[in-house]
């Protein structure tokens, strides 16, 4: 992450794979709710202590709180009235998380795919079973590309860094949203209409619920993952 000025206002920069984000004054904020929104639909805003496992440059990192993040005024912590606790994604990180879950005993953990198998291998070789946790839920971030994932009822949010999408598999009609006023699809090309800096994706596995509504959002398009890759046994 950079700060930097332009015409005397707060910029920060995120590199991030195929691009670069740059937010203005107030931006951080509005996708710090939008994130709020996901996990409302995700069912998850009643969790309480939160525990993020991914790189700082992962909006599910820093929108987490308004104490990680200069010009951010409200991230989830304060939106949700919830402790957010950031673990870096890499490797040696992901060793030491069954032993902070432990002692912590975070009612959300949010990981990215790519390291979601990392992870439960190592918490079932310490002795922690994440999926068989009480009280535990258990959210994976995935992205363009399919990653085999372990078999279990994990929540999901599709997450690309570069088009700063956020679109949660809802729990109330089983179809993940692209949210009304957010995004666009168009030709197959989905579009951040909020932020200029991000960059269109194309995501040939989606497949458009053109007959279903959502009451929790009427006017998002709402889609399922055409192929969402190889599943594994956990
Ligand atoms: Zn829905």
Not at 39 to 60: H, M, N, W
Not at 81 to 98: G, Y
Not at 199 to 221: F, M
Request: proline share 6%; net charge negative.
């Amino acid at each position: 992450m950079t700060v930097g000025l332009i015409d005397d206002k707060a910029r920060i920069f995120f590199e991030v794979p195929e691009g670069e984000l740059r937010f203005g004054d107030g931006d951080l904020d509005r996708w710090a709710e939008h994130l709020a929104w996901c996990y409302r639909l995700l069912d998850l805003d009643e969790c309480k202590t939160i525990a993020v496992q991914d790189f700082g440059t992962s909006p599910l990192a820093y929108l987490g709180s308004a104490l990680l993040m200069p010009t951010l005024e409200a991230g989830i912590a304060e939106r949700l009235d919830a402790k957010v606790i950031c673990l870096d994604a890499s490797p040696e990180r992901v060793v030491l998380t069954p032993e902070v879950i432990r002692q912590v005993e975070p009612d959300l953990l949010i990981v990215r795919d790519e390291i979601f198998g990392l992870l439960l291998d190592g918490a079932k070789r310490a002795g922690v079973d994440l999926a068989a946790l009480d009280g535990l839920k258990i959210l994976v971030a995935i992205g363009a590309k399919p990653m085999p994932m372990p078999s279990g009822k994990w929540r999901r949010l599709l997450h690309v860094e570069s088009t700063l999408l956020l679109a949660p598999e809802c729990a109330s009609c089983g179809h993940f949203h692209l949210r009304d006023g957010f995004y666009a699809l168009t030709d197959g090309t989905i579009v951040n209409l909020l932020l200029d800096s991000a960059q269109p994706c194309v995501l040939p596995r989606i497949s458009v619920a053109e007959d279903r509504v959502c009451e929790l959002g009427p006017n998002d398009l709402l889609f399922t993952l055409a192929n969402p890759g190889e599943t594994v046994p956990s």
